[in-house]
């Protein structure tokens, strides 16, 4: 099991345990919890899925929790980010909780990362 969180700018990422999994009281391990929890709250919306990912956000928080189907590689695993403005710029914070292989969740992560990236420059363009 692999769970960490991931602070994301386009020149730093820092890699910190997880106390607390994303801004919720409480730090459960199990995806399968935070599915239940997340897609169970009618304050979320059902975002499109596909093949190997559903997601929800949390209008509110503006927080998108991805969570990976069966047949993905990293598969159970879930994804929760949320944008944190710092000065004039906004960053997107990533936490993860992966039950599988370290080279599944390390890919998942690097995946993931990749698009925050892209999301973050267009934001910042704004």
Same mark, same amino acid.
């Given at each position: 099991?692999?769970?960490?969180?991931?602070?994301?700018?386009?020149?730093?990422?820092?890699?910190?345990?997880?106390?607390?999994?994303?801004?919720?009281?409480?730090?459960? =391990?199990?995806?399968?919890?935070?599915?239940?929890?997340?897609?169970?709250?009618?304050?979320?919306?059902?975002?499109?899925?596909?093949?190997?990912?559903?997601?929800?956000?949390?209008?509110?928080? =503006?927080?998108?929790?991805?969570?990976?189907?069966?047949?993905?590689?990293a598969h159970p695993s879930v994804v929760c980010r949320y944008p944190v403005q710092?000065?004039? =710029?906004?960053?997107? $914070?990533?936490?993860?909780?992966?039950?599988?292989? =370290?080279?599944?969740?390390?890919?998942?992560?690097?995946?993931?990362?990749?698009?925050?990236?892209?999301?973050?420059?267009?934001?910042? $363009?704004?």
């Open positions: 099991m692999r769970s960490f969180s991931i602070a994301l700018c386009v020149t730093l990422i820092q890699i910190t345990p997880v106390l607390a999994f994303c801004k919720q009281d409480r730090n459960d =391990q199990d995806p399968a919890y935070w599915r239940g929890h997340i897609a169970n709250d009618p304050a979320n919306e059902v975002l499109q899925g596909t093949t190997y990912y559903e997601a929800f956000s949390d209008p509110k928080s =503006q927080t998108v929790w991805t969570f990976t189907k069966p047949g993905h590689p710092m000065g004039q =710029q906004v960053f997107l $914070r990533m936490e993860v909780i992966c039950h599988n292989t =370290q080279g599944a969740c390390d890919k998942l992560v690097a995946d993931f990362q990749a698009l925050n990236k892209t999301m973050s420059q267009h934001l910042n $363009r704004q």
